[in-house]
């Protein structure tokens, strides 16, 4: 590369400079690009730049038979795919009337739950590194692999699993699995001391985070905000209690709120889910014994499987927040139409431009890793 | 004396010592033991590289470390599905490259479009537009497949096998007929491939054609840069 090449852009003198944060750029996470104009480091205007990712998921699956959408269904959101899966089989359990099987139902909870887990040790990675802390990153993803070997046992998949299968789960779990995934949230739960002493109580982190980013309760409203960012701005709204689906209304879980609406409470907010996720896998490890019955209901040959006509929106509470499905069937083998409302869209373009304004250059990394939003899911 | 010398294309100029061999075998063993790798996130793959280079695989003890730029870097890493608009910056990320470079593409994506063949969004196959040195399938390919595939990619350096980067200066013309048929005739990056094909002593009857005529008449004389006071 030479610099003679580089076309020069002749423009009246200014304080105002535009700056590139990616599509490669270590303080973005994914594929993903934000142009800034700063005048010093205060940021002055933000933009979203996406469709790096974009495969085309909604035409895609219009080419493919129902049965054939599972697989390609969790890689709509890499880092939590388990949400992506249960709710394309829900959507397509509501639209032929299919009853799940209550053993299916409660192997789903405790699925997402894991899933969840997993994707919030990886958001703690993400967070510690744009503060200059390596270490949570490193802890982050060594205990999020014992969760993926706990998945790798029950699918043979590490990150996708397809686990999922309109009418229920493809096959019971193994033997002594229950146990395993006991001991291992045992650990994981007494791992939680250290991200403490690590990250949230540390005063590097705390300083660091507090006052930065903040989002109030009508400003998020407003914005469409979902999931751990809303509850950060002190509002405890979550799918999982309000329009409860599989077993949810079953369990018994809090939702942790904060109030502040600051980078620190969507961290907070987060790490408090931590317990409540605990507290739900361990109800489904003791009540899961006790179910016996079908894991799957039975669905009619899958590659000639005409899906009666009509339309459904289901939503389910991933670790992003609320996401939601809108199916057609034309009562085709191949689904009409598919439609993803991702929460990440949301928190990723729209909140992030809003953020940005008036922040500082340092912080615009931080905000992006705070606000958990997902690349692929933003462009599907 | 050094006049003569620089005339000798570099393939050639290395018989003339007759050391040379040693040197090259010894600085080929070092280059393969410390490769610093540019992972460009194209796509879902990119979520099982933190795994290979943290506490559990540890890729660090073979000497392979991330580098934030492309300047540093001697190893491009594409991790999944890349669409045409990511396919543009990956292409201007491994021209900027310094030479030798090598190319790894992981996930099946990159081989042949994998999940994705029947988008209207992605390229299917990575090879047609930057030579590939190593593939590794998978979807996604687990971490002791990346690192597998890195020590395969550490052996073909040290036996000096890996030179697809030179595949693109003897052939740029084919690769770059093939980036115009996707991005339109109009198709240019800053970079000046055949200018640095002339320094490596690369220049074949491959490397310009037709489609570098093109390029020379789209591509703009730009002005030169002024310093602004």
Redesign the interface.
């Known amino acids: 590369?030479?610099?003679?090449?580089?076309?020069?852009k002749r423009q009246p003198?200014s304080n105002e400079f535009e700056l590139n944060f990616g599509?490669?750029?270590?303080g973005i996470e994914?594929?993903y690009a934000f142009r800034v104009k700063v005048s010093g480091d205060i940021v002055l205007e933000g933009k979203a730049d996406a469709?790096?990712?974009?495969?085309?998921f909604e035409?895609?699956m219009e080419?493919r038979l129902w049965i054939q959408n599972i697989?390609?269904t969790p890689?709509i959101c890499?880092?939590d795919p388990v949400p992506m899966e249960v709710i394309y089989c829900l959507s397509v359990e509501d639209l032929c009337g299919q009853e799940v099987p209550a053993r299916a139902q409660w192997l789903r909870v405790l699925q997402m739950e894991m899933s969840r887990f997993a994707a919030y040790l990886?958001y703690f990675?993400g967070l510690g590194s744009t503060n200059g802390m390596y270490t949570p990153?490193?802890?982050g993803?060594?205990d999020?692999?014992l969760i993926l070997d706990l998945f790798e046992e029950l699918c043979g998949g590490?990150?996708?699993h397809i686990y999922n299968i309109p009418g229920g789960v493809r096959r019971d779990i193994p033997d002594g699995w229950l146990e395993r995934v006991s001991s291992t949230f045992d650990y994981l739960e007494s791992r939680l001391k250290d991200y403490d002493d690590l990250v949230f109580r540390n005063q590097v982190f705390i300083r660091r985070t507090r006052g930065i980013g903040v989002l109030n309760q009508q400003e998020a409203l407003e914005l469409g905000v979902t999931g751990p960012n809303l509850r950060a701005c002190g509002l405890p709204f979550d799918v999982r209690r309000d329009d409860p689906y599989l077993v949810y209304d079953q369990l018994d879980f809090d939702l942790p709120t904060e109030d502040a609406g600051d980078n620190l409470a969507r961290a907070l907010v987060r790490r408090a889910d931590l317990f409540e996720i605990l507290r739900i896998i361990r109800q489904v490890i003791k009540a899961l014994p006790d179910i016996d019955g079908p894991i799957r209901a039975p669905i009619p040959n899958p590659l000639a499987w005409n899906v009666p006509a009509g339309e459904t929106y289901q939503r389910v509470e991933s670790s992003k927040g609320e996401l939601a499905w809108y199916v057609v069937s034309d009562g085709g083998d191949k689904p009409y139409r598919a439609h993803v409302r991702g929460p990440s869209q949301t928190h990723a373009v729209q909140v992030l431009e809003h953020l940005a304004k008036g922040a500082r250059l340092e912080d615009i990394a931080q905000i992006m890793f705070s606000l958990d939003a997902c690349p692929?899911e933003v462009d599907r | 004396m050094m006049k003569n010398l620089e005339n000798i294309p570099v393939e050639q100029r290395r018989r003339t010592n007759p050391l040379a061999h040693v040197f090259d075998e010894f600085m080929a063993f070092c280059q393969s033991r410390s490769l610093f790798m540019l992972h460009y996130c194209t796509g879902c793959g990119a979520v099982e590289l933190p795994p290979v280079m943290t506490s559990r695989f540890d890729g660090e003890r073979l000497g392979i470390s991330p580098m934030v730029s492309p300047r540093q870097a001697d190893v491009l890493l594409v991790t999944g599905y890349v669409s045409v608009k990511t396919l543009k910056r990956v292409i201007l990320t491994y021209e900027q490259m310094p030479a030798p470079k090598y190319v790894v593409g992981i996930c099946s994506c990159t081989v042949n479009g994998g999940m994705y063949w029947q988008s209207y969004a992605t390229a299917k196959k990575l090879s047609d537009y930057m030579p590939v040195d190593i593939y590794i399938a998978g979807c996604m390919p687990r971490p002791e497949a990346v690192i597998s595939g890195m020590r395969d990619l550490m052996e073909k350096i040290r036996t000096g096998k890996a030179d697809s980067w030179k595949d693109y200066f003897r052939n740029y013309d084919h690769y770059l007929g093939q980036q115009q048929r996707l991005f339109g005739p109009k198709w240019q990056t800053p970079t000046d491939i055949i200018g640095e094909a002339e320094h490596y002593g690369l220049i074949t009857k491959n490397t310009r054609g037709e489609h570098t005529r093109l390029l020379e008449e789209h591509q703009k004389r730009l002005e030169p840069l002024e310093m602004r006071l």
């Open positions: 590369m030479r610099p003679e090449n580089y076309e020069a003198p599509p490669n750029h270590p994914g594929n469709g790096y990712l974009h495969r085309g035409k895609l080419n697989a390609i890689r890499v880092p990886f990675g990153h490193y802890w993803m060594a999020r692999d590490r990150v996708y692929p």
